[in-house]
Nanobody, 123 residues
Framework: QVQLVESGGGLVQAGGSLRLSCAASGDTFSNYNMGWFRQAPGKEREFVAV????????SYADSVKGRLAISRDNAKNMVYLQMNSLKAEDTAIYYC????????????????WGQGTQVTVSS
């Protein structure tokens, strides 16, 4: 099993930046593909970005391409989400998730989740 704790959320103006972090503990971190997902009020949880075990492959939702970047540091058991040019529609709770299967955009494929961190973008 792996335990995940997100941090770095907050209130930012539109056009600003935030960097989310997710600290993993427990099992060997490099065994897991890592994803970021988000959930806005009244909406379903949606895929944001995923990075493979080695950090050499990434995939993004169309709505965040060119603005958000996922990365990981296996030596530190950390995964990050750099968020630039933020928009009001990026407001949501952001979750990191881990799974040993294939990198996937479907949240139902992920076995382990953090508690989430709130990101609020004011327009």
């Amino acid at each position: 099993q792996v335990q995940l704790v997100e941090s770095g959320g907050g209130l930012v103006q539109a056009g600003g930046s935030l960097r989310l972090s997710c600290a993993a503990s427990g099992d060997t971190f490099s065994n897991y593909n890592m994803g970021w997902f988000r959930q806005a009020p009244g909406k379903e949880r949606e895929f944001v970005a995923v990075v493979n075990r080695s950090g050499t492959g990434t995939s993004y939702a169309d709505s965040v391409k060119g603005r958000l970047a996922i990365s990981r540091d296996n030596a530190k058991n950390m995964v990050y989400l750099q968020m630039n040019s933020l928009k009001a529609e990026d407001t949501a709770i952001y979750y990191c998730a881990a799974d040993r299967g294939f990198p996937d955009i479907n949240p139902k494929r992920y076995a382990y989740w953090g508690q989430g961190t709130q990101v609020t973008v004011s327009s």
